[in-house]
T-cell receptor
Framework: GAVVSQHPSWVICKSGTSVKIECRSLDFQATTMFWYRQFPKQSLMLMATSNEGSKATYEQGVEKDKFLINHASLTLSTLTVTSAHPEDSSFYIC??????????????FGPGTRLTVL | DAKTTQPTSMDCAEGRAANLPCNHSTISGNEYVYWYRQIHSQGPQYIIHGLKNNETNEMASLIITEDRKSSTLILPHATLRDTAVYYCIVSFGGFKTIFGAGTRLFVKA
């Protein structure tokens, strides 16, 4: 069945460095992927919509220059957290819509990436 | 903003049915009701979805009221592993999903 993977599953970095997180759709093509961020004991917050071959659409309040999104192929979207700071420490989750049964879509979520910025 | 309202938390005894309500009074005619759950430190997991009719699968049952303004997710025999945050979402499918706060379900032995 359709699966979304993320890499790495966790990462620790120093303040000021950049971190890249990969999101892949396995066994299906995803023209659109979504990136979420989740702080402890809070719900998922949508950051941006990643569109294959075009610019990402960012939600209000999300800095596009800080969270760079590249959707270079139908199965891969990357999120780069540039000049990371401790307040960027969070759980980052990607998702993509795929087809569970004919003509009925389902949103598949990746396992998440835990980012800790020291 | 999320288009659904759910209780903040619920308790359920192991082996009993867990009934999780959701209000979605502004749902439009073509929007589906989706349920996901999130176990600690994992990505959300799909449970079930429906449009108008009640649905059942190996995990749960979904009861949607006739006016579609509310629904109930039923876990027929809750186990300790069902302890999670459950999210009720309305969506056309294929578009961005806005999560509400969800219901934190505690299954107790």
């Amino acid at each position: 069945g359709a699966v979304v993977s993320q890499h790495p599953s966790w990462v620790i970095c120093k303040s000021g460095t950049s971190v890249k997180i990969e999101c892949r759709s396995l066994d299906f093509q995803a023209t659109t992927m979504f990136w979420y961020r989740q702080f402890p004991k809070q719900s998922l917050m949508l950051m941006a919509t990643s569109n294959e071959g075009s610019k990402a659409t960012y939600e209000q309040g999300v800095e596009k220059d800080k969270f760079l999104i590249n959707h270079a192929s139908l199965t891969l979207s990357t999120l780069t957290v540039t000049s990371a700071h401790p307040e960027d420490s969070s759980f980052y989750i990607c998702s993509a819509w795929g087809e569970r049964r004919e003509e009925e879509d389902e949103q598949f979520f990746g396992p998440g990436t835990r980012l800790t910025v020291l | 903003d999320a288009k659904t309202t759910q209780p903040t938390s619920m308790d359920c005894a192991e082996g009993r049915a867990a009934n999780l309500p959701c209000n979605h009074s502004t749902i439009s005619g073509n929007e589906y009701v989706y349920w996901y759950r999130q176990i600690h430190s994992q990505g959300p997991q799909y449970i079930i979805h429906g449009l108008k009719n009640n649905e059942t699968n190996e995990m749960a049952s979904l009861i949607i009221t006739e006016d579609r303004k509310s629904s109930t997710l039923i876990l027929p025999h809750a186990t300790l592993r069902d302890t999670a945050v459950y999210y009720c979402i309305v969506s056309f499918g294929g578009f961005k999903t806005i999560f509400g706060a969800g219901t934190r379900l505690f299954v107790k032995a």
